[in-house]
């Protein structure tokens, strides 16, 4: 089974849009099919540049792919029931049991309240999707509604995760427009993620720097 397989997969389609409609309703920015999307290529890049195998980069594009599909059943733990929705579907299409294991263990352990970089796919998984801040994101259109989170997501007009080659450096570089959020702003919501991206870095053999207009931050 391929990512493109699961990519085409009705019922995973399904559940992805539900569980963005039901974020919708509370108020959150956009996890629909350009935020997976993008976590599953961002791990793609991540564990091919740093030389694992094929099918392990292919497993973490499918497991970037349908994380958020826990949000469908509620946002509390979703990285919790989303690796068992994720189990029993995989189950279906007759994934083997390590593949397995391993695609739920990165799903299940992708939250910063509870996540840990049990192994290298879980830890392309944190990285992707944490670093997936971007104007595009923010549903709302009046800028006079914005909450924080839409006020910092609006505010970056460019994000790019890059490892440097022969430095060992994993870099989340960003370009944030101060008029409509503060760089503090951006670390009220976002420092326990930083801090679980550069567990997850290390734990890959790198080390995390955050930039922000140029300035080295983390």
Do not use: W
């Not at 505010?155 to 890059?162: C, F, R």
Request: glycine letters at 6%; aromatic letters at 6%; hydrophobic letters at 45%.
């Amino acid at each position: 089974m391929t990512y493109e397989q699961v990519k085409e997969d009705a019922a995973i389609k399904t559940y992805i849009s539900h569980a963005d409609a039901a974020l919708a309703v509370l108020g959150y920015t956009e996890h629909s099919f350009s935020h997976v999307t993008r976590v599953a290529e961002t791990a793609e890049y991540i564990l091919h540049t740093l030389g694992l195998d094929d099918r392990t980069v292919e497993l973490g594009k499918i497991a970037g792919y349908m994380h958020d599909i826990g949000n469908v059943v509620n946002r509390t733990d979703h990285s919790q029931s989303g690796a068992v929705m994720a189990f029993r579907i995989l189950d279906n299409m007759a994934f083997p049991p390590e593949e397995i294991a391993l695609i739920v263990s990165a799903i299940g352990n992708h939250d910063e309240g509870t996540g840990v970089p049990v192994n290298p796919v879980a830890a392309a998984l944190i990285l992707a999707d944490k670093s997936d801040v971007r104007r595009s994101r923010v549903r709302a259109k009046d800028t006079s509604k914005f909450d924080i989170h839409d006020r910092v997501n609006y505010s970056v007009t460019d994000s790019k995760l890059e490892i440097i080659p022969g430095e060992n450096i994993l870099q989340l570089v960003l370009t944030v427009d101060t008029q409509f959020s503060s760089v503090m702003d951006y670390f009220e919501i976002f420092m326990n993620r930083m801090i679980l991206c550069r567990q997850a870095a290390q734990s890959l053999g790198l080390k995390f720097k955050l930039l922000i207009n140029g300035q080295q931050l983390v």
